[in-house]
């Protein structure tokens, strides 16, 4: 199978564009099979029907060319020179092309591209999201400085362009930083944020706002995790590392009571504000460091019938895992997008009497090596 891809030996994202989509499904599964050997049963990996422009989140530096010309894509492999991109098979449509008008704009306006290594110019990144439910798109302009010239006139001749556009916002980086996103947010035009609706409940983005990046995955994990918590509606839930909720609202329906826990902010006020979007009452958001929440509710006595945990990469830490165990849940669904730390997890839970019964492996980033996983423990 040959890439219809100019960049796919560059990028480093795609490594797997040039295998039929079958044989990489094989692929990670089996990848996920010897990883957890000798743990769990690894079930049949959950695929795409359409595989493709899947990404309802597109971030694009942009560099002006030293002839004057202004490009935008991503950064080359292991570099800071901005790879040219047009269209992206992974990436969501409308996005590059609202990218791509952005770019065409910025001479007319007498934008200045910034510049890494003296530190001048404005415009940095330009980050789009597209609600897959809703249709709705949040534009993110990233710069420099907060005084954007003419910003009225930019965002009337946008939104002439791509009418489809929901909000728009400035978000202020003065940084030097390898991070995308400054703090500060100044709204251009709209609410500032957009509504998506996953597993059947509505959640707001904000610019800020972790969302997995394929919605239509995202449906077949979380529905993958709630079967494997087989809930009745009266266990108490606790959705560790929660993000901006998405696991615990959608699980309070069949719970009587759920608690999260998340270290971000930013995405713990989403949190609440998506509780009291769907007008879900018995939920609770606390921002914590999750392994020292759990350590002090061990400490205080506390008991949970399921635990739905969603680490970052590097896995959860043995505090977590020991305070979690004393607690004494009968199911612990742990979604990881890490099979490596997954294992060595697991192999501390079994030490506490937690046995893995099974694991789903689901692609939830076709094309790329990345792999997602939703397991089962149960105390033995």
Not at 147 to 171: D, G, M, W
Not at 291 to 316: C, H, N, Q, Y
């Amino acid at each position: 199978m040959e890439a219809a891809c100019k960049i796919v030996g560059s990028c480093g994202g795609c490594s797997y564009l040039n295998m039929e989509y079958a044989a990489q499904k094989k692929k990670k599964e089996k990848e996920v099979e010897q990883i957890l050997s000798g743990l769990c049963k690894v079930r049949p990996i959950l695929g795409m029907d359409d595989p493709w422009h899947y990404r309802n989140k597109v971030s694009a530096a942009f560099q002006r060319r030293r002839d004057g010309r202004i490009v935008s894509g991503i950064y080359e492999a292991g570099t800071h020179r901005v790879l040219p991109v047009e269209s992206c098979l992974i990436e969501d449509q409308d996005a590059d092309a609202i990218i791509g008008t952005i770019r065409s704009l910025i001479p007319s306006f007498r934008i200045r591209v910034y510049d890494e290594d003296t530190g001048y110019g404005l415009l940095r990144h330009v980050m789009i999201r597209k609600a897959h439910a809703t249709g709705q798109i949040l534009v993110i302009l990233v710069v420099a400085d907060p005084v954007f010239p003419s910003k009225n006139n930019f965002v009337k001749a946008l939104r002439k362009a791509h009418p489809e556009i929901t909000s728009i916002v400035l978000n202020v980086n003065s940084r030097q930083t390898s991070m995308v996103l400054g703090d500060r947010n100044i709204v251009l035009y709209g609410k500032g944020f957009i509504e998506d609706v996953l597993c059947g409940k509505r959640f707001r983005l904000s610019p800020q706002s972790f969302y997995q990046v394929n919605s239509l995955q995202t449906e077949v994990l979380y529905g993958k995790a709630l079967e494997l918590a087989g809930l009745s509606g009266k266990e108490t839930v606790l959705d560790a590392y929660c993000g901006i909720g998405t696991i615990g609202i959608t699980a309070s329906d069949k719970a009587e009571r759920v608690v999260g826990v998340e270290l971000n902010p930013e995405a713990v006020r989403d949190a609440a504000a998506n509780a009291r979007l769907n007008r879900i009452g018995n939920i609770r958001f606390f921002c914590r460091d999750a392994t020292e929440f759990l350590v002090d509710m061990a400490a205080r006595g506390e008991k949970m019938d399921v635990l739905f945990m969603d680490p970052p990469r590097s896995g959860s830490t043995e505090a977590f895992i020991r305070a979690a165990a004393s607690m004494g849940p009968e199911r612990i669904v742990y979604i990881s997008c890490n099979p490596v730390t997954m294992a060595r997890d697991m192999k501390v839970f079994r030490g506490l009497h937690y046995q893995a019964k099974e694991a789903w492996p689901v692609d939830m980033f076709p094309w790329t090596k990345e792999i997602e996983v939703a397991a089962l423990l149960t105390r033995k």
